[in-house]
């Protein structure tokens, strides 16, 4: 995994946690941390609102209005395209000459609606003299690429590096194996039986470059996940955790979610809630990786043409 981007998917998986206030948090955090006292950090107070305003750059005017997506998705276009109108139009109703240029800042990892692209190039038609932006996960990954490594730590947590994958620490596979297989009645779990991946299975899935440096990293200790399931008192182990998952993807893939939202959502499944730390990440990550190549989540390639 490269030291220089490692810290990509995190940021992503941060995005897709950040909904509502939270994201307008994090984003005024952020911008405090880049521009400091440039930036000016705003929230409503009472009656009085905010006028459109969550957060201004005095240097050169910068007006941001923040649309924080549940799970980092599109999610309601019509709630989103509202949003856009009310918020300019409130902020050119009372900023006056205080706003230069406006920032639609949002959390949409997997990529905006087309609705929302139409409307960005009306609302700039009808505004010559704005300059109006869209103000995404791309622009946010480039201002955390800014900060200093302690700074993003603050941001998105620690994260691991190629050296911390060589150090695998099976008694933390030990532990999120045992918390999946306490949480999940898997009697009622379909087969899960191990079985052949094709090697074009990440391109297949259309997965980001982020996701697939994650899986990537976790891929070098594949065969100390094998041993750990091989050398398990209980034989049916590794059976029984490709069924959690088998079914926790399948409920998933139900719901129609991009290919990156349902990893991040099964690593969220494997660690749990809240920061993570370096050993139960690299776990974590690792044993997605070995289910991702060797059991039936995710499509393969292979069986896919198989089917036709």
Same mark, same amino acid.
């Given at each position: ?61 910068? $007006? ?6 549940? /799970?980092?998705?599109? @999610? *309601?276009?019509? =709630? +989103? &395209? ?114 052949? $991946? ?6 297949? /899935?259309?997965?980001? @470059? *982020?996701?697939? =440096? +994650? &899986? ?93």
């Amino acid at each position: 995994m490269s030291e220089d981007t490692s810290w990509h998917w995190q940021l992503d998986l941060k995005l897709r946690t950040c909904q509502g206030n939270a994201f307008q948090t994090f984003i005024g955090d952020l911008m405090e941390a880049r521009f400091g006292d440039d930036f000016v950090r705003v929230k409503p107070y009472g009656s009085l609102g905010d006028k459109g305003c969550d957060g201004y750059r005095q240097s050169d005017g910068a $007006v941001f209005a923040c649309y924080g997506a549940q /799970n980092g998705a599109a @999610g *309601s276009v019509s =709630q +989103l &395209l509202g949003k856009m109108d009310d918020d300019l139009s409130k902020a050119k109703e009372h900023l006056g000459t205080l706003m230069k240029s406006w920032h639609m800042t949002h959390n949409v990892v997997e990529g905006l609606p087309v609705e929302a692209v139409m409307k960005h190039k009306s609302i700039s038609d009808a505004n010559p003299e704005l300059p109006v932006f869209l103000f995404g996960p791309p622009k946010i990954r480039e201002l955390m690429g800014q900060l200093s490594e302690a700074d993003r730590t603050r941001f998105i947590g620690p994260v691991a590096r190629n050296s911390d994958y060589q150090h695998l620490q099976l008694g933390e596979v030990r532990d999120l194996v045992t918390a999946l297989i306490v949480a999940v009645d898997s009697t009622d779990l379909p087969p899960g039986d191990i079985v052949p $991946v094709s090697p074009e299975k990440l391109d297949f /899935n259309n997965l980001s @470059g *982020s996701s697939r =440096q +994650l &899986l990537r990293a976790g891929r070098i200790n594949a065969s100390h996940i094998g041993t750990y399931f091989n050398a398990h008192p209980d034989p049916m182990r590794g059976e029984t955790v490709a069924g959690v998952f088998r079914n926790r993807y399948a409920e998933l893939r139900a719901q129609a979610l991009a290919p990156d939202t349902i990893l991040s959502e099964l690593y969220r499944f494997i660690a749990g809630p809240g920061d993570v730390p370096i050993p139960r990440h690299v776990a974590a990550t690792s044993l997605l990786s070995y289910l991702f190549e060797s059991c039936d989540i995710f499509e393969n390639a292979a069986a896919a043409e198989a089917a036709e």
